[in-house]
């Protein structure tokens, strides 16, 4: 059974930068494509970003490209959400996904994995 768990979340100011992070167990990392979704209360999940198994194919929601960075280390069994140019509208609560499908896709129903969620909260 795969595991995730998130870390990272926090307070910051708009224009700043935050990096979550999400640490798999449980099966064979590089095996896993990983995603970043977020929700905020009474609202559907929402696709942010997401990186296959192989780290050569990504996919970027509109509303952080440019902004926003994942990166995976097969070595620490790890991906990474690098945050930058936070606004308000980015405050939420932040999971990180895993799956063992080929692709990677944007429906939350799709992944088989979830953390518990990471508070990140930006400030005017």
């Known amino acids: 059974q795969v595991q995730v768990v998130e870390s990272g979340g926090g307070l910051v100011q708009a224009g700043g930068s935050l990096r979550l992070s999400c640490a798999a167990s449980?099966?064979?990392?590089?095996?896993?494509?990983m995603g970043w979704f977020r929700q905020a209360p009474g609202k559907e999940r929402e696709f942010v970003v997401a990186?296959?198994?192989?780290?050569?194919?990504?996919d970027y929601a509109d509303a952080v490209k440019g902004r926003f960075t994942i990166s995976r280390d097969n070595a620490k069994n790890t991906v990474y959400l690098q945050m930058n140019s936070l606004k308000l509208e980015d405050t939420t609560v932040y999971y990180c996904?895993?799956?063992?499908?080929?692709?990677?896709?944007?429906?939350?129903?799709?992944?088989?994995?979830w953390g518990q969620g990471t508070q990140v909260t930006v400030s005017s």
């Open positions: 996904a895993a799956d063992g499908k080929f692709s990677i896709y944007r429906d939350a129903g799709v992944w088989g994995y």
């Open positions: 990186v296959s198994r192989s780290g050569l194919s990504f």
């Open positions: 449980g099966g064979t990392f590089s095996s896993l494509a």
